[in-house]
């Protein structure tokens, strides 16, 4: 009975839900989000010390949420009706967002069925969707949500130089990735540079087997891409005939008309630097630089490009490309007046990127370089929501931005602080010891004591 | 001549050396915040005297000796240098650079035998690192063994752990202090098989070592029957059946912990479960048997199906249970950032244990773990003068080392990462960065 209604209520509320009949000019987007907001109550948080992620730290402020929304920042704000919490002694921050993650297509149980996160059998899959392989049940999505992180992209590994499409999702426990895709989030596109391709195809006699010709293998494909958008293009124009539709194409051609973001592997600072100058040569833009260890060495560069670099706090050493990590690397980055972001790429690292940044803003103070935590929580909430192209909905406690938000026992930046309650567009989707809030996944029932992972 | 300069500079150096340890100062650290983590507790407004690279005194009525070169530690914390349980340290500079890698070994030759301290680095660019950061000790072990180029697999036994100081000299605390072996999935794997195979190799292994003690003449006149491990390896069994040196058992999974266990107990071992994150299922079992744990604090996914029950509050558990343990590092984070067992028990801490055990688990319980906690891991009078000052509280992320000391000796404060960071924290030099190094 359920499951009867629910299906026309579905449909009502998408674009273009139509049937299989109704043949249109501008086809329904292929896998579209059946994302919607979990039922909400509004809710006035009293007395906390906030941090909005536009750079400020209200003391004693109030947060108002109605309707899924940020309705208002402030001091004594009115409840109208909303439910108070008294939230003295508290933090509340945006929700993280970690702008580079695995879950899902390197889910836990870490066993050869689950591992789809990386076809290696190419070095161009630009054709490759990563919401076709993400596994909803990983229950490294609700041990990453006991961190405070209510979205993130879901990236293709680095094996290629073209990995394939990813997909950014709200971190709600989903029976369909359709259900947990964020709306509105344009897809991103990953790239990597350096040692993975070079190894992985070098190592079969195939080509790229250096670093000049992972250069070489980026631009004939950008060469193919922009004679695939300009056919498109002409014909759109009334010109020439449609050329055959192909994925690959496609995903690169979206990437040249700005649709879709590069979310750019990259470990040295001299490649990213190369990589600028692929970019400028086929007319893209870089969102970032993901494992931008090397970021440090041209911070000023990725300033001028407004390009992010979204980066570890301190792992180092495991290749050649990451031996000169060093912790300031963010603040020098964000010194040089460039985006920075604390990314994970780990299921066990998205579950504090809080502490990560703390280690970083203690590593820097040691040069004298103070980083507030109003200004360390954007490197986890404002800057990645803007490489991910998501920041006019989320990042930031502005009002009528999406009510992701993060309550927190203390300072997010001390070891000894540990979230306590996460909403997400409004609902509550987990509260500390409180297993009636709490999800859990499929994977975890009947086979843990400690369902979830997250207690 | 230039030859006998040399050896004019040589004699000079031991002359200054000599005059030094005749007349040896005493450096005392004064006004501090001092965790000693040994019986005198929590030393407010502490005074930490240190003589010949051994403590002298540690209190907080310590009269200060004239003469004494005095640091004032006023607002800062001093506790013992950090002891990181499990790792690689030294034997490793860069993971997928085959030929810096020198934890592990291949095929079957040496198993139990295998000694990978030879190969320890104390100029590896790990070492500088992690001590700036206050690690001043750590277990040096080998890791599960690889197929050799034929695909023979070596058996469960990984080889010796040693116990190393983080300094430039006399690094060597106690050597061979344990044989690591691997159970659980991880045994099974190396095993060549189940988990079930693994038990009975190490099992008959250890039979074998016994049976060769017993017989050593005749196995030299090749009148014994055969063993399963080479006489190298049985040798260095020896210590692990007479109970002077320690199993580590590198296992997960609840059941293959009290397997571990059992297998002690009949046959009188000492073993210490490496990994343990299901540990706290049978943490009556581990106490009652006093067998220790060094644990993965942070595993708490199901990253396998012998990490089930992994918990973040899993240390909790085990310390009122009344479990030995020690915090690990977790996963890739025993080398390059065994610094960061200072996080682990932070978290901990966040999820119950309370602060001076997880300062101890760090510190003094893997130093009683390995049996080396006469000499090493709390402040106390006779023991060596190993030790932080921070600048706040260690287990904070912002906090750091403001000065660590080995044997009594202040190490430099920086790191091959500390010298990338000086060079580029200003960018707008006319010339390159390779040219601003003094």
Redesign the interface.
């Given at each position: 009975m359920k499951r009867l209604t629910l299906v026309p209520l579905i449909c009502l509320a998408l674009v273009g839900c139509d049937g299989p009949g109704d043949e249109k000019e501008d086809a329904p987007e292929p896998y579209a989000s059946r994302y919607r907001p979990l039922p909400s109550e509004p809710v006035l948080f009293t007395g906390a010390t906030i941090l909005t992620g536009t750079g400020d730290r209200l003391d004693d402020a109030d947060l108002l949420v109605r309707d899924g929304a940020i309705a208002a920042v402030g001091q004594n704000l009115e409840a109208g009706g909303a439910a108070r919490v008294d939230a003295s002694g508290l933090w509340i921050t945006p929700g993280l967002i970690d702008v580079h993650s695995h879950l899902g297509v390197y889910p836990?149980?870490?066993?050869e069925a689950h591992a789809d996160g990386n076809e290696i059998t190419s070095p161009n899959t630009a054709e490759v969707w990563a919401e076709h392989s993400v596994w909803p049940q990983d229950?490294?999505f609700v041990?990453a949500l006991a961190g405070g992180i209510t979205s993130l992209q879901i990236l293709p590994g680095s094996a290629n130089l073209f990995g394939g499409r990813s997909v950014t999702v709200k971190n709600v426990p989903g029976r369909t990735v359709q259900g947990m895709k964020f709306p509105g989030a344009p897809y991103g596109l990953k790239m990597a540079c350096g040692?993975n391709p070079k190894r992985v195809y070098g190592g079969r006699g195939q080509a790229p087997g250096s670093r000049m010709a992972n250069v070489a293998g980026y631009r004939k494909a950008w060469i193919a891409a922009a004679d695939y958008a300009k056919k498109l293009e002409a014909n759109e124009n009334g010109e020439g005939e449609k050329p055959t539709r192909d994925l690959q194409l496609e995903t690169l051609a979206g990437v040249l008309k700005g649709e879709i973001l590069v979310h750019n592997h990259c470990y040295r600072a001299d490649e990213m630097a190369i990589m600028i100058d692929v970019a400028r040569e086929f007319g893209y833009e870089i969102a970032a630089f993901h494992h931008a260890v090397e970021a440090?060495?041209i911070?000023?560069l990725l300033a001028e490009n407004d390009i992010c670099a979204a980066v570890w706090a301190?792992?180092?050493?495991?290749?050649?490309e990451a031996?000169?990590?060093?912790?300031?690397n963010a603040a020098?980055v964000e010194k040089?007046g460039a985006c920075a972001i604390v990314h994970s790429d780990d299921?066990?690292g998205i579950?504090?990127l809080n502490?990560e940044a703390?280690?970083i803003?203690?590593?820097a103070?040691?040069?004298g370089i103070e980083i507030p935590p109003e200004r360390a929580i954007r490197w986890l909430t404002a800057n990645p929501a803007k490489a991910l192209g998501i920041a006019d909905k989320v990042g930031t406690l502005e009002p009528g931005k999406m009510a992701d938000v993060v309550v927190w026992d203390g300072d997010p930046?001390?070891?000894?602080?540990?979230v306590q309650r996460v909403y997400i567009d409004g609902a509550l989707v987990f509260e500390r010891g409180n297993p009636k809030v709490n999800p859990a996944t499929d994977?975890?029932l009947g086979?843990?004591?400690?369902a979830g992972?997250a207690? | 001549m230039r030859r006998l300069d040399v050896i004019r500079s040589a004699l000079a150096v031991a002359a200054v050396t000599l005059a030094a340890t005749a007349h040896a100062e005493v450096l005392a650290v004064t006004h501090a915040r001092v965790h000693t983590v040994g019986p005198a507790g929590t030393i407010e407004n502490g005074t930490l005297l240190v003589e010949d690279g051994r403590i002298l005194a540690v209190g907080s009525g310590v009269e200060v000796p004239d003469g004494a070169r005095t640091i004032d530690a006023s607002g800062q914390v001093v506790t013992p240098g950090l002891f990181t349980p499990m790792g690689q340290i030294g034997l490793v500079e860069v993971n997928a650079v085959r030929g810096t890698v020198d934890y592990v070994q291949r095929g079957e030759q040496f198993s139990a035998s295998f000694d990978p301290m030879s190969a320890y680095n104390p100029r590896s660019t790990l070492v500088a690192t992690n001590r700036i950061e206050g690690i001043t000790h750590a277990l040096v072990a080998p890791a599960p063994s690889w197929p050799d180029e034929l695909g023979n697999r070596s058996t469960v036994f990984s080889g010796l752990a040693s116990v190393v100081n983080l300094g430039d000299e006399d690094v060597l605390v106690a050597r061979n202090v344990a044989v690591v072996a691997n159970l659980g999935e991880t045994g099974g794997g190396v095993a060549a098989g189940s988990r079930a195979r693994a038990f009975m190799v190490l099992s008959t292994a250890l039979d074998d070592a016994r049976d060769y003690a017993r017989n050593r003449a005749a196995y030299e006149r090749r009148e014994r029957r055969d063993y399963s491990l080479s006489r190298a390896d049985m040798e260095a069994l020896q210590g692990v059946l007479d109970g002077t040196r320690r199993l580590l058992v590198r296992v997960n999974r609840a059941s293959d912990i009290v397997r571990a266990v059992e297998l002690a107990e009949a046959q009188e071992l000492e073993i210490v479960v490496v990994g343990g994150v299901e540990a706290w299922m049978v943490a009556d079992r581990l106490a009652e048997a006093d067998v220790p744990v060094i644990l993965d604090a942070l595993g708490n996914l199901p990253r396998d199906f012998d990490h089930l029950n992994a918990r973040l509050d899993a240390a909790s558990l085990l310390a009122e249970a009344g479990v030995r343990f020690a915090i690990g590092g977790h996963g890739a984070a025993q080398n390059h950032n065994a610094r960061n067992i200072t996080q682990s028990a932070g978290i901990a801490v966040a999820n119950g244990l309370p602060w001076e055990k997880a300062l101890a688990a760090i510190t003094l319980a893997p130093a009683e773990i390995y049996g080396v906690a006469g000499e090493i891991g709390s402040l106390e009078p006779g023991k060596r003068a190993d030790f932080v000052i921070w600048d706040d509280d260690p287990l904070e992320l912002r906090s750091f080392p403001a000065a660590v000391y080995i044997g009594g000796k202040a190490v430099p404060m920086q790191s091959r990462q500390t010298l990338l960071r000086d060079r580029y924290l200003e960018l707008d030099g006319a010339r390159p960065p390779a040219f601003h190094d003094p």
């Amino acid at each position: 009975m359920k499951r009867l209604t629910l299906v026309p209520l579905i449909c009502l509320a998408l674009v273009g839900c139509d049937g299989p009949g109704d043949e249109k000019e501008d086809a329904p987007e292929p896998y579209a989000s059946r994302y919607r907001p979990l039922p909400s109550e509004p809710v006035l948080f009293t007395g906390a010390t906030i941090l909005t992620g536009t750079g400020d730290r209200l003391d004693d402020a109030d947060l108002l949420v109605r309707d899924g929304a940020i309705a208002a920042v402030g001091q004594n704000l009115e409840a109208g009706g909303a439910a108070r919490v008294d939230a003295s002694g508290l933090w509340i921050t945006p929700g993280l967002i970690d702008v580079h993650s695995h879950l899902g297509v390197y889910p836990s149980p870490s066993v050869e069925a689950h591992a789809d996160g990386n076809e290696i059998t190419s070095p161009n899959t630009a054709e490759v969707w990563a919401e076709h392989s993400v596994w909803p049940q990983d229950p490294g999505f609700v041990t990453a949500l006991a961190g405070g992180i209510t979205s993130l992209q879901i990236l293709p590994g680095s094996a290629n130089l073209f990995g394939g499409r990813s997909v950014t999702v709200k971190n709600v426990p989903g029976r369909t990735v359709q259900g947990m895709k964020f709306p509105g989030a344009p897809y991103g596109l990953k790239m990597a540079c350096g040692e993975n391709p070079k190894r992985v195809y070098g190592g079969r006699g195939q080509a790229p087997g250096s670093r000049m010709a992972n250069v070489a293998g980026y631009r004939k494909a950008w060469i193919a891409a922009a004679d695939y958008a300009k056919k498109l293009e002409a014909n759109e124009n009334g010109e020439g005939e449609k050329p055959t539709r192909d994925l690959q194409l496609e995903t690169l051609a979206g990437v040249l008309k700005g649709e879709i973001l590069v979310h750019n592997h990259c470990y040295r600072a001299d490649e990213m630097a190369i990589m600028i100058d692929v970019a400028r040569e086929f007319g893209y833009e870089i969102a970032a630089f993901h494992h931008a260890v090397e970021a440090y060495k041209i911070a000023d560069l990725l300033a001028e490009n407004d390009i992010c670099a979204a980066v570890w706090a301190d792992w180092w050493g495991f290749k050649m490309e990451a031996y000169d990590g060093i912790r300031e690397n963010a603040a020098l980055v964000e010194k040089a007046g460039a985006c920075a972001i604390v990314h994970s790429d780990d299921e066990y690292g998205i579950q504090r990127l809080n502490q990560e940044a703390a280690k970083i803003m203690g590593a820097a103070a040691r040069v004298g370089i103070e980083i507030p935590p109003e200004r360390a929580i954007r490197w986890l909430t404002a800057n990645p929501a803007k490489a991910l192209g998501i920041a006019d909905k989320v990042g930031t406690l502005e009002p009528g931005k999406m009510a992701d938000v993060v309550v927190w026992d203390g300072d997010p930046f001390s070891s000894y602080s540990r979230v306590q309650r996460v909403y997400i567009d409004g609902a509550l989707v987990f509260e500390r010891g409180n297993p009636k809030v709490n999800p859990a996944t499929d994977f975890t029932l009947g086979t843990s004591a400690v369902a979830g992972g997250a207690q | 001549m230039r030859r006998l300069d040399v050896i004019r500079s040589a004699l000079a150096v031991a002359a200054v050396t000599l005059a030094a340890t005749a007349h040896a100062e005493v450096l005392a650290v004064t006004h501090a915040r001092v965790h000693t983590v040994g019986p005198a507790g929590t030393i407010e407004n502490g005074t930490l005297l240190v003589e010949d690279g051994r403590i002298l005194a540690v209190g907080s009525g310590v009269e200060v000796p004239d003469g004494a070169r005095t640091i004032d530690a006023s607002g800062q914390v001093v506790t013992p240098g950090l002891f990181t349980p499990m790792g690689q340290i030294g034997l490793v500079e860069v993971n997928a650079v085959r030929g810096t890698v020198d934890y592990v070994q291949r095929g079957e030759q040496f198993s139990a035998s295998f000694d990978p301290m030879s190969a320890y680095n104390p100029r590896s660019t790990l070492v500088a690192t992690n001590r700036i950061e206050g690690i001043t000790h750590a277990l040096v072990a080998p890791a599960p063994s690889w197929p050799d180029e034929l695909g023979n697999r070596s058996t469960v036994f990984s080889g010796l752990a040693s116990v190393v100081n983080l300094g430039d000299e006399d690094v060597l605390v106690a050597r061979n202090v344990a044989v690591v072996a691997n159970l659980g999935e991880t045994g099974g794997g190396v095993a060549a098989g189940s988990r079930a195979r693994a038990f009975m190799v190490l099992s008959t292994a250890l039979d074998d070592a016994r049976d060769y003690a017993r017989n050593r003449a005749a196995y030299e006149r090749r009148e014994r029957r055969d063993y399963s491990l080479s006489r190298a390896d049985m040798e260095a069994l020896q210590g692990v059946l007479d109970g002077t040196r320690r199993l580590l058992v590198r296992v997960n999974r609840a059941s293959d912990i009290v397997r571990a266990v059992e297998l002690a107990e009949a046959q009188e071992l000492e073993i210490v479960v490496v990994g343990g994150v299901e540990a706290w299922m049978v943490a009556d079992r581990l106490a009652e048997a006093d067998v220790p744990v060094i644990l993965d604090a942070l595993g708490n996914l199901p990253r396998d199906f012998d990490h089930l029950n992994a918990r973040l509050d899993a240390a909790s558990l085990l310390a009122e249970a009344g479990v030995r343990f020690a915090i690990g590092g977790h996963g890739a984070a025993q080398n390059h950032n065994a610094r960061n067992i200072t996080q682990s028990a932070g978290i901990a801490v966040a999820n119950g244990l309370p602060w001076e055990k997880a300062l101890a688990a760090i510190t003094l319980a893997p130093a009683e773990i390995y049996g080396v906690a006469g000499e090493i891991g709390s402040l106390e009078p006779g023991k060596r003068a190993d030790f932080v000052i921070w600048d706040d509280d260690p287990l904070e992320l912002r906090s750091f080392p403001a000065a660590v000391y080995i044997g009594g000796k202040a190490v430099p404060m920086q790191s091959r990462q500390t010298l990338l960071r000086d060079r580029y924290l200003e960018l707008d030099g006319a010339r390159p960065p390779a040219f601003h190094d003094p």
